[in-house]
């Protein structure tokens, strides 16, 4: 458990992923806004709204539109 950090191809810092109290991960960007989070049980990524994105853990691909 712990914070993963993602950083571009030139070692820029874009945000990192962490593990909340419910198992859930979350994407952060670079002020600490939580940008989706991804439900292991659900199989489901989800915007901070609430809107799925998709199945599966999609929360890396955010980083790199």
Not at 15 to 21: R, T
Not at 28 to 50: E, I, Q, S, W
Request: charged share 30%.
């Amino acid at each position: 458990r712990g914070d993963s950090t993602v950083y571009d191809a030139r070692n820029v810092r874009l945000g990192k992923i962490s593990e909340d109290a419910s198992g859930k991960l979350v994407a952060h960007d670079t002020r600490n806004v939580a940008l989706a989070t991804y439900d292991p049980r659900a199989n489901v990524t989800k915007d901070k709204l609430g809107h799925t994105l998709g199945k599966g853990n999609l929360l890396i691909s955010l980083f790199f539109k």
